[in-house]
């Protein structure tokens, strides 16, 4: 079945510290690809997505490129703020079915 | 825009005790799903409904679990009997029918379940 495997966590950087979040997936076919964040004490919020190969999505100063032949969806940001302090979850969907399948997320904490 | 609600935002039962959890999507939305979190776990599907049909729930523990969406709006997720693993945070999400590749779901703030 369908599967996304992340970086495992918890991630802690400094202000202003590059920032790469690494996602692979497995699908049959060409799953659209998604990052979602969540904020403490919210909901799950889509950060990004790419729906095929070469798209890059972006949101924030974050961005992902759909990477076909590594099957990889790699999250960055160049220089990642306190606000950014939140859980990432790396997400697929493979076409013509509805259904997310999530990573197990990863913590990142931004110190001043 | 409204987001999706839930409510309650937290709820603490004892083990063999039941409990409800209420949703209400984005209005016109025709999709609607029930997440289980569980600490450390990305979202797993319980439930997908398209308007008040069931589309997937095959990991739905349906000896426990049952959710309803009474005139494709509103729905409402039981857990009865409640076991100690079933404590999770419970999240609803909806979205439009999408074109293919083109979903986006909206996620509601959750109902943190703790179950003792």
């Known amino acids: 079945g369908d599967s996304v495997t992340q970086m495992e966590g918890p991630v802690t950087l400094s202000e202003e510290a590059f920032l790469t979040i690494n996602c692979t997936y497995t699908a049959t076919g060409y799953p659209s690809l998604f990052w979602y964040v969540q904020y403490p004490g919210e909901g799950l919020q889509l950060l990004l997505k790419?729906?095929?190969?070469?798209d890059k999505g972006s949101n924030k100063g974050f961005e992902a490129t759909y990477r076909k032949e590594t099957t990889s969806f790699h999250l960055e940001k160049g220089s990642v703020q306190v606000s950014d302090s939140a859980v990432y979850f790396c997400?697929?969907?493979?076409?013509?079915?509805?259904?997310?399948?999530f990573g197990t997320g990863t913590r990142l904490t931004i110190i001043p | 825009e409204a987001g999706v609600a839930q409510s309650p935002r937290y709820k603490i039962i004892e083990k063999r005790q039941s409990v409800a959890f209420w949703c209400n999507p984005i209005?016109?939305?025709?999709?609607l799903y029930w997440y289980q979190q569980i600490l450390g776990q990305g979202p797993k599907l319980l439930i997908q409904?398209?308007?008040?049909?069931?589309?997937?729930d095959s990991q739905l523990p349906k000896d426990r679990f049952s959710a309803e969406r009474l005139k494709g709006v509103d729905s409402t997720l039981k857990i009865q009997p409640a076991k100690l693993e079933d404590s999770a945070v419970y999240l609803c999400?909806?979205?439009?029918?999408?074109?293919?590749?083109?979903?986006?779901?909206?996620f509601g703030p959750g109902t943190r379940l703790t179950v003792t």
């Open positions: 997400a697929s969907i493979r076409g013509g079915n509805e259904k997310l399948t």
């Open positions: 209005s016109g939305h025709a999709t």
């Open positions: 999400a909806s979205s439009l029918v999408g074109v293919r590749g083109t979903y986006e779901q909206y």
């Open positions: 790419a729906t095929k190969a070469d």
């Open positions: 409904f398209q308007n008040n049909g069931v589309v997937d």
